[in-house]
């Protein structure tokens, strides 16, 4: 797991311990009333600053944070200047822009947003997705605010005709409220257990429930700042994935070896590994079968213990580097990883192949998904770095003649080059 990865739990608790702190005192005291002019200067601010993070994320096609980011603007927009205004002119109108149901229904909508994934390079449809969802937050905020009094009412009295007195009085929420926050509450851990990225979901959704128990000025602003920082927060983390993490098997890719390589100390192991055969297993099964076997490949090199880190080099080829080691201390942990993919049967799935002609490819689509277990052998080369050098490059061509000699050997099995 990578550092920011862990991290990240760590951020999302201080930020909110922050936050609950700051709404605490401002509830309990009336020391922070004394800051409310100077706070409420920081709105356009705000604004600026959460549509500087839209167009960065639309720069960078992100849509989901480009959809929390925009309704955050919305929200504090509309909290100092489009309620104010609605509450003079028209009284109907002020209960659909009431800034609770606001935060509500964007509670409510996150993980229904945070499920949708919108293809990278979608653009237009991106655009659309914000679009969409920002009329159907709009939408979903004025069925809630509809529904928020009759709903209490309706239970109210339902309660009553069982002779149980209503504890509504004092509780924060309405029964509406409350059962909405628990069902978004329950989809974020899913989210979050699904991929601990989406962290950053559940602690905007708590950072809006918490502005909405206590409306007020300074929990909005503390939301739409707190809000942002986590989308940039997102945003760059994303990017950095994105950037040094190879697409198709998700472990670290060439750039992060580059990298990888000025961090290590003057001692280390390094192993070039290259899956045997593979132009005729693509050549068999076809490259989409041929991906799988990557991946499951790269998943199996990533789970290398003792202390190995794993990259994708480049195309069916990976390297282990061990910082700290040399040939001797690795040369176990790399036989029982070459024993290991040998015995793995691996589940691919196969289409049938080879198309003959444009119709049969459109049917290729509809052709049912055969699943073929196979097994795979990778052929491994392992150096260590010269004594008192840490010129990496100078190990990996040792490490890859290690690995010719290990293809010429006959494959799956381990060479080394001293
Ligand atoms: N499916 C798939 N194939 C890839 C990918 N990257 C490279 N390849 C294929 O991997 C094959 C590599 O074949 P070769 O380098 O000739 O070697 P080999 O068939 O593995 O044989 P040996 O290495 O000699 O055991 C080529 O056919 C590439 O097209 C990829 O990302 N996905």
């Not at 929420?173 to 069902?183: D, E, M, N, R, T």
Request: include cysteine.
């Amino acid at each position: 797991m990578s550092a920011n990865r862990t991290a990240f739990p760590i951020i999302f608790v201080a930020i909110l311990s922050v936050c609950l702190m700051f709404l605490i005192i401002h509830n309990t005291t009336s020391f922070l009333s004394l800051l409310s002019f100077p706070v409420a200067s920081l709105v356009p601010f705000v604004c600026i600053s959460l549509m500087f993070i839209i167009i960065l994320n639309l720069a960078m096609r992100q849509a989901l944070t480009m959809y929390v980011a925009s309704i955050i603007a919305f929200i504090t927009i509309s909290h100092f200047y489009i309620i104010p205004g609605l509450k003079v002119s028209n009284e109907n109108l002020k209960i659909v822009a009431d800034s609770k149901h606001l935060l509500l229904s964007f509670i409510t909508l996150l993980p229904i947003f945070g499920l949708i994934k919108i293809p990278a390079h979608r653009i237009l449809k991106s655009v659309i997705y914000l679009f969409g969802s920002v009329i159907a937050w709009g939408f979903f905020s004025l069925v809630i605010a509809k529904l928020d009094l009759p709903i209490l009412h309706v239970v109210e009295r339902a309660l009553s005709s069982m002779g149980i007195k209503p504890p509504f009085q004092n509780f924060l929420l309405s029964p509406l409220q409350f059962v909405l926050i628990s069902i978004s509450t329950m989809v974020l851990v899913i989210l979050l257990i699904k991929s601990l990225h989406n962290v950053y979901l559940l602690a905007i959704a708590s950072l809006a429930a918490l502005a909405m128990v206590y409306v007020s000025s300074l929990s909005i602003i503390l939301f739409a700042i707190l809000g942002s920082v986590l989308c940039l927060f997102s945003a760059i983390i994303t990017s950095r994935n994105m950037a040094f993490n190879d697409e198709l098997t998700g472990i670290p890719g060439r750039r992060s070896l580059t990298q990888y390589a000025q961090e290590v100390s003057g001692q280390f192991a390094v192993v070039m590994i290259d899956i045997d055969f593979f132009k005729n297993f693509n050549d068999k099964y076809g490259h989409d079968a041929g991906d799988d076997v990557i991946k499951l490949v790269a998943s199996k090199i990533a789970k290398t213990g003792n202390r190995g880190r794993a990259f994708r080099y480049g195309g069916e080829e990976f390297t282990l580097v061990f910082d700290g080691k040399y040939i001797d201390d690795v040369r176990e942990t790399i036989e029982d990883l070459r024993v290991q993919l040998e015995s793995y049967p691996m589940a691919i799935r196969i289409q049938n192949r080879p198309q003959k002609s444009a119709s049969e490819s459109k049917n290729r689509r509809h052709a049912p998904v055969k699943q073929e277990i196979v097994k795979v052998t990778c052929s491994f080369g392992i150096a260590q770095s010269s004594l008192g050098s840490n010129d990496f490059k100078a190990a990996i061509k040792r490490a890859d003649s290690a690995l010719y000699k290990a293809k010429k050997g006959g494959r799956n099995c381990v060479r080394t080059v001293e």
